[in-house]
């Protein structure tokens, strides 16, 4: 009986979205975390999430997450299914058991943030690397990624103090999502899809820098546009010039088909 009872369980499936953009005052990409309104974990902060219904696909869930909560409608060229998050013990701290489809989300601006159902409050986070961890902040509050080396060991050790740790385990959610996108960087960086439909190769370094751990000024100009080329086009030059000297030259993210690098990855 006991095993019947084990299959005939039906958890919930929940859709998770590592929103990302870019402040191009402060040259900065950002992560969009909303603080919860309800139990478990009421207070804590997390990335926006919503339960899979019964109509719908999770690309579709994932895209539905972005329009109700910030208001914009997007293709699906700007989300990517992350990975899915199913250990058990992350039914831990009074939730039921729930099954997470973690997607990322690249919004081409950075629109501003009003709570909406489920939330007290929504905020950008700048995003950076510190002493060697992937950092978000937003004035006095601050979140690190796991440290952990595997899932296996995030679960067994995992701490919770709402003040440094994201809700349930999404600290480790967000270190996934940082390697995913480190790992993609040289052949197919959809977290340049942050800067819009055209940016100059400063701002796509800026993208670039905190996943590679790393300040800007030490990525060459040069030898980043030399590795990097086969993923971009240049379309132009600015016609409003933001830094001292000449016009910076523009590009523009290449569509996956007209990547040949791409089609053996």
């Given at each position: 009986?006991?095993?019947?009872?084990?299959?005939?369980?039906?958890?919930?499936?929940?859709?998770?979205?590592?929103?990302?953009?870019?402040?191009?005052?402060?040259?900065?990409?950002?992560?969009?975390?909303?603080?919860?309104?309800?139990?478990?974990?009421?207070?804590?902060?997390?990335?926006?999430?919503?339960?899979?219904?019964?109509?719908?696909?999770?690309?579709?869930?994932?895209?539905?997450?972005?329009?109700?909560?910030?208001?914009?409608?997007?293709?699906?060229?700007?989300?990517?299914?992350?990975?899915?998050?199913?250990?058990?013990?992350?039914?831990?701290?009074?939730?039921d058991r729930i099954l997470s489809l973690a997607y990322m989300t690249f919004l081409p601006e950075m629109?501003?943030?009003?709570?909406?159902?489920?939330?007290?409050?929504?905020?950008?986070?700048?995003?950076?690397?510190?002493?060697?961890?992937?950092?978000?902040?937003?004035?006095?509050?601050?979140?690190?990624?796991?440290?952990?080396?595997?899932?296996?060991?995030?679960?067994?050790?995992?701490?919770?103090?709402?003040?440094?740790?994201?809700?349930?385990?999404?600290?480790?959610?967000?270190?996934?999502?940082?390697?995913?996108?480190r790992n993609k960087l040289n052949y197919r960086p959809n977290v340049l899809l942050v800067l819009g439909?055209?940016?100059?190769?400063?701002?796509?370094?800026?993208?670039?820098?905190?996943?590679?751990?790393?300040?800007?000024?030490?990525?060459?100009?040069?030898?980043?546009?030399?590795?990097?080329?086969?993923?971009?086009?240049?379309?132009?030059?600015?016609?409003?010039?933001?830094?001292?000297?000449?016009?910076?030259?523009?590009?523009?993210l290449k569509p996956v088909e007209d990547d040949e690098s791409c089609k053996t990855k």
């Amino acid at each position: 009986m006991s095993e019947q009872t084990e299959l005939l369980e039906r958890p919930y499936i929940n859709i998770v979205n590592v929103i990302w953009s870019f402040d191009r005052e402060t040259s900065q990409v950002n992560m969009l975390l909303v603080k919860r309104a309800n139990e478990p974990e009421k207070g804590a902060w997390a990335m926006p999430e919503t339960y899979l219904r019964t109509e719908e696909s999770a690309d579709a869930a994932a895209l539905r997450l972005v329009r109700e909560k910030i208001g914009l409608n997007l293709s699906a060229i700007h989300t990517e299914q992350l990975a899915t998050f199913t250990n058990p013990m992350r039914s831990g701290r009074g939730r039921d058991r729930i099954l997470s489809l973690a997607y990322m989300t690249f919004l081409p601006e950075m629109p501003p943030l009003k709570a909406g159902y489920g939330a007290t409050d929504a905020r950008w986070f700048a995003f950076s690397a510190e002493a060697g961890h992937y950092v978000v902040r937003n004035g006095a509050l601050h979140f690190k990624a796991s440290e952990a080396t595997s899932q296996a060991k995030y679960y067994e050790n995992a701490e919770y103090d709402p003040k440094t740790h994201l809700a349930f385990d999404y600290d480790w959610i967000f270190k996934v999502a940082c390697e995913r996108i480190r790992n993609k960087l040289n052949y197919r960086p959809n977290v340049l899809l942050v800067l819009g439909s055209t940016f100059t190769m400063r701002e796509a370094r800026c993208v670039y820098a905190p996943f590679l751990m790393k300040k800007v000024d030490a990525i060459d100009n040069s030898n980043f546009r030399k590795t990097h080329m086969h993923l971009l086009k240049e379309i132009g030059t600015e016609t409003v010039q933001k830094r001292p000297g000449r016009p910076a030259k523009i590009y523009a993210l290449k569509p996956v088909e007209d990547d040949e690098s791409c089609k053996t990855k």
